[in-house]
């Protein structure tokens, strides 16, 4: 009898907490999938114009770390990684990192370009489309992926990054060198 109510008293400690993973099963910082370095996919290619007009290829990043965001300015949690993403592509640009927001915009540059004007944002800011979207499995906003220097999926966050979690790979992935003859090294 004693040992039915220790774990009578035990599972009402825990039941709350079961609730709640049953609740909100995944944490921002659960919510990503991560590749090794050996079985990472190609990041499929894109050719898009930025703001200016200027064309940004995706293929241009090779040998660069590529967090590839895509955003809407509707977007809630859009707008709290934003600020985090500029400060990734400031502290870590010398580096070889290189930030590119994929725009969902429905109406295109004009919800865009005043966005960007006002937030002053300084990464290249594309818009997509559906095509694009689907090629990266986009589902819902925001998504970030992060692209090594070969040009492959390193990580994939759906829904809001965790910032540390997210800086971290960032960081991990600069340290490596770009694949030659099959062989990648650490600076």
Not at 3 to 12: I, K
Not at 149 to 163: E, H, K, L, S, W
Request: a positive charge; glycine letters at 10%.
């Amino acid at each position: 009898m004693k040992l039915f109510q220790a774990l009578f008293r035990l599972s009402a400690r825990i039941a709350p907490g079961i609730a709640l993973l049953c609740v909100y099963p995944m944490s921002p910082a659960m919510m990503f999938h991560s590749a090794e370095a050996d079985s990472r996919k190609a990041a499929p290619g894109f050719a898009l114009n930025d703001a200016q007009g200027a064309p940004i290829r995706l293929s241009d990043y090779r040998g660069k770390v590529v967090l590839l965001n895509f955003w809407a300015t509707w977007c809630h949690g859009c707008k709290l990684e934003i600020p985090w993403f500029m400060e990734f592509e400031k502290k870590y640009k010398g580096s070889g990192l290189e930030v590119i927001g994929v725009a969902m915009d429905d109406d295109g540059w004009k919800s865009v370009k005043p966005y960007l004007e006002e937030k002053k944002m300084n990464y290249t800011v594309v818009i997509g489309d559906e095509g694009l979207g689907k090629l990266y499995g986009l589902g819902s906003m925001p998504m970030t992926v992060l692209i090594d220097r070969d040009g492959r999926i390193a990580a994939t966050y759906n829904g809001v990054v965790g910032r540390a979690q997210c800086e971290s790979k960032i960081r991990m992935l600069l340290q490596h060198l770009v694949k030659d003859n099959g062989k990648s090294g650490a600076k």
